[in-house]
């Protein structure tokens, strides 16, 4: 296990990802209660399971590991 001044950094697909949903805000709302994969800051995919949405994602660029989440059906604050 890494010393805390030696911890591992984010990865950067996460982050710009994550960043990305912050970003498109209300536009979640045709989302809301699915999940969704986000590859390069595009969402890819969408479904009623994370299995559903993943294989999608794998399907539309093998390559990348997406990033996926729940939309809420309850508005969130991100702090």
Do not use: C, H
């Amino acid at each position: 296990m890494p010393r805390k001044s030696e911890e591992l950094p984010l990865k950067t697909q996460t982050v710009s990802e994550y960043e990305y949903i912050l970003s498109i805000g209300d536009k979640l709302g045709e989302y809301v209660d699915e999940w969704i994969a986000v590859v390069d800051n595009q969402i890819v995919a969408r479904g009623k399971t994370p299995r559903e949405v993943y294989e999608a994602a794998k399907k539309y660029d093998s390559s990348k590991m997406p990033f996926i989440m729940r939309v809420p059906t309850s508005k969130v604050m991100v702090l």
